[in-house]
């Protein structure tokens, strides 16, 4: 329905980008089609899952690519390709026609290089679709006319939780100049509390895992898709789905199955949607004293391949976006400076995200086109063709 209606308005498709299987993962490394790269630098990671989408816009071979968002796979890929990263509300775009990782988070959304296209391109994707049980019966009021150059009258929360200074001095800096110059552009600076968000990561991998196990138990090389041939129907079955998934999606399923298994469910799957609940509301107080919530869209910028080859430091990538997710909440990843990371000499992108309450889209666009447009950091990058060519 997303790319119908991008076609429906003018759009003209150019292709299609790589992803992480399934969307499942933060670098772009477990595509079954190869890595994607950085266009600033080849060695490293796009970022993920929606890698493809990103680096293609970055690279301007495209100036809008659309993206899935789990748990930060728009948001974090925008971060590190220095480009716009846009999540919508859950339910806001249709997710008809897109292969579900898990139901209750995946949300369609446009990677781009300015806040304007991503809000053409949300104008144009959103609004009610009886195709998706999912989708939100009500109406989208237009973001582009909502867009503003000055936050005058907002209050932005920075999280108490969310300290810049864990992330070390580079990354410190850079996102404490990011808040002084919404500050800058007129927003109240007001300090808010997310007590929970610090469950979000092990929330978030159990319950996608569990939806993921469900979701996929339909490629079994019985009705479509892939077949392996063996001795019996189970042997076929076992073989197919050993052949068709990548050693995430493998992983990620049998986590999910152990969470969904007798014995485990109350105390894992129930137990962190309990948490999604407590995550859900600690945002709803906070958006009690401000309008907006401002912090990293990443922990560091782009990494090297292979450099996150232990699981567990591959699911911290999504440390900030994820409590998000879990909520449904609106953000978005706008570029806000260049930093060094520490295993190289070039500076790399990263972002700023911003968040707000359930379906302000409008509100959180115009926020970004402001911050946007007043820092420019897009403009403050050598020539992306040295990067390329270097």
């Known amino acids: 329905t997303a790319v119908a209606r991008m076609l429906a308005a003018g759009a003209i498709p150019i292709g299609k980008t790589n992803c992480d299987e399934f969307a499942m993962g933060s670098s772009c490394e477990n595509s079954a089609l190869g890595v994607t790269r950085n266009p600033y630098d080849l060695t490293r990671v796009p970022g993920g899952s929606s890698g493809g989408s990103a680096a293609a816009v970055a690279a301007f071979e495209a100036a809008i690519g659309l993206g899935s968002d789990t748990g930060g796979s728009i948001r974090e890929p925008g971060a590190f390709c220095g480009v716009v990263g846009f999540k919508p509300t859950y339910g806001r775009i249709s997710r008809y026609g897109l292969i579900a990782f898990a139901s209750s988070l995946d949300q369609i959304g446009p990677l781009t290089r300015t806040v304007e296209d991503a809000a053409l391109a949300y104008d144009t994707m959103g609004g009610f679709d009886p195709m998706d049980a999912t989708s939100v019966h009500q109406p989208v009021e237009p973001a ?131 948490a999604r609940t407590l995550i859900a509301d600690d945002f709803r107080r906070a958006f009690g004293s401000c309008d907006l919530i401002a912090c990293p869209a990443a922990s560091c910028p782009a990494f090297r391949f292979g450099a996150k080859s232990d699981p567990y430091a591959m699911y911290l990538m999504d440390y900030y976006t994820i409590p998000m997710s879990l909520a449904g909440l609106p953000a978005i990843s706008v570029p806000c400076g260049w930093v060094r990371p520490a295993d190289g000499s070039e500076p790399l992108p990263i972002g700023l995200q911003l968040c707000a309450p359930l379906f302000a889209e409008r509100l959180l666009l115009g926020a970004a086109h402001a911050y946007e447009r007043a820092t420019n950091h897009r403009a403050t990058h050598p020539p992306l063709a040295q990067r390329l060519t270097a």
């Open 144 to 274: 582009v006319p909502a867009l503003r150059d000055d936050l005058r009258g907002l209050r932005v929360g920075i999280v108490r939780e969310f300290d810049p200074g864990a992330l070390g001095d580079a990354m410190d800096t850079l996102y404490r100049a990011a808040y002084a110059d919404l500050e800058r552009l007129g927003a109240e600076i007001v300090e808010v509390s997310l007590p929970t968000a610090d469950y979000g990561v092990a929330t978030y991998y159990l319950i996608a895992p569990a939806e993921c196990s469900s979701n996929l138990a339909r490629f079994d090389g019985v009705r479509y898709g892939l077949r392996v041939a063996g001795r019996d129907v189970r042997d076929m079955y076992d073989a197919t789905r050993a052949a068709g998934f990548g050693e995430e999606v493998k992983r990620r399923i049998l986590i999910g199955t152990h969470a969904l298994s007798s014995g485990y469910y109350d105390a894992y799957y129930v137990r962190a949607q309990k």
